[in-house]
């Protein structure tokens, strides 16, 4: 099959790779910085183009993975975007974290062309997208969906249409509000750990194979404890999501105290020059010291 790739950062870069690898496809990316997409083609082989509209020419499926709603916009309905280079009956798939209101409008706007659109967060960090066992989760019809899942299957371990065009987005919002949480409680229980004089790591091997058991607990403890956070996903991405789902909730009445609360929290992990830090980083507001 014949797919374009359009954003090559920490996800995109190797989701894109399982595309051409494990998938056989002829891919063709576009990275708004060009070095970017010619490291890719020097690892991946294949090819890639100078505008996303160019990228998309031809191709059966144009996959995406951007910054925020405006970035989407540009490589989509923008000048050179997207939607101007696809052939009538392709499919674009939208990766990016973004509004529901955004994915909605450009299922609209695709339709109208004779094109499909598929929103398709994803769930796993960029571990998730190196080893190809992201969770992906869809808005759109079902027709459509029923065309892309298989080619979505080449880096992701779960995908699943939860209806119709935003579905993905507000979901992916769930996973952010969930994860929220579960990172403050983290920070909160490793920090208490250590004022008590516990051997944290004889905490988390109990408390890890019970109730208290989670993903941030067995993948982010160990780099909490460290103070080391140069990885992951980044706070100011995170900051950009509960942005989203805050925005949301105000409009659908839904309340959100602790996500509210934990989005000041990495407001001020970014005042401490923690913009790039993992969102692990919650517990170095707790260790720095209080007036």
């Not at 890639?48 to 995406?64: C, G, L, M, N």
């Not at 004089?197 to 208290?212: H, T, Y």
Request: hydrophobic fraction near 45%; include cysteine; charge should be neutral.
């Amino acid at each position: 099959m014949k797919v374009a790739f359009l954003g090559l950062g920490v996800m995109g870069f190797p989701m894109a790779g399982h595309l051409a690898v494990r998938g056989g496809h002829q891919v063709t990316v576009y990275n708004r910085t060009p070095a970017k997409a010619q490291a890719w083609v020097e690892k991946y082989g294949n090819a890639s183009a100078p505008t996303p509209a160019e990228a998309a020419r031809d191709a059966d499926i144009v996959f995406a993975c951007v910054g925020n709603d405006d970035d989407l916009r540009s490589v989509t309905t923008g000048p050179q975007g997207a939607f101007s280079g696809m052939k009538k009956g392709a499919v674009f798939v939208d990766h990016t974290t973004a509004s529901a209101e955004v994915a909605r409008e450009l299922h609209e706007a695709a339709g109208t062309l004779g094109l499909g659109f598929v929103d398709a967060p994803v769930s796993g960090g960029q571990a998730g997208a190196e080893n190809g066992a992201l969770g992906v989760m869809c808005g759109g019809d079902a027709d459509v969906y029923a065309r892309v899942e298989p080619v979505i299957a080449h880096y992701a371990k779960a995908c699943q249409l939860m209806g119709p065009a935003g579905a993905g987005q507000l979901t992916k919002m769930v996973n952010q509000i969930c994860i929220a949480g579960l990172v403050q409680g983290l920070s909160e229980g490793i920090h208490f750990a250590n004022k008590a004089g516990l051997d944290l790591e004889k905490v988390i091997g109990v408390i890890s194979k019970g109730a208290a058991q989670s993903w941030q607990m067995e993948n982010r403890w160990k780099p909490m404890q460290e103070g080391k956070f140069d990885f992951g996903f980044a706070v100011d991405w995170m900051r950009k999501d509960l942005g989203i789902c805050l925005e949301t909730a105000r409009a659908n009445g839904a309340q959100l105290p602790v996500t509210a609360l934990v989005d000041q929290f990495y407001a001020e992990v970014q005042a401490m020059g923690g913009r790039r830090w993992d969102t692990c980083s919650l517990v170095a507001r707790l260790e720095k010291p209080r007036n």
